[in-house]
């Protein structure tokens, strides 16, 4: 069986984002890596708003203190020891509307020193951030299984 291969060169489309408004989005994103590279589900969490809705494949998870609940089991069974790894495919605006940011996403999660997200852990994923009273949350954020593998960038920060 063969595996398909995303292209994972390209960098996501910014011109339409304001840049600032880009910044607060890789900075959340950076703060999920992080926060999942220590296993901390509390810090995890932080990045979400209040009332996040979060759709995986078999769960839905409202609110802040599900998802915690939901990455503490996570971080103890299924992703134990692992990292993870998005790769940006489109960023823009929501219907002109500055205050919602659409990230479209590849990635997934894997063990350390991988050179790609395994098959079986290959996503791609739809976050929608909101800015409220200035600042910057995940809103929503969806995934689905990905058919192939996705290789680790060049460059990773």
Known sequence: MTTKSTDTTAEAPVAPVRPQHARAV?????????????????????VYAADASVVLPGALIKGRPAIRDYMAAA??????????????????????????????SEGGA?????????????????????????????????NTPLDGVVPMPAARG
């Open 110 to 142: 894997y063990p350390p020193g991988a050179t790609e997200v395994p098959a079986e852990h290959a996503i791609r994923a739809m976050w929608f951030f909101a800015e409220r009273d200035g600042e910057w949350a995940v809103d929503s954020y969806a």
């Open 75 to 104: 971080f103890r069974g299924k992703w134990k020891g692992t990292e993870v790894l998005g790769v940006p495919k489109e960023l823009r605006y929501l219907g002109g509307n500055e205050e919602i940011v659409l990230l479209v």
């Open 26 to 46: 890789r900075a959340l994103v950076g703060r999920i890596v992080e926060a999942w590279r220590e296993q901390d589900a509390e810090k995890f969490s932080q």
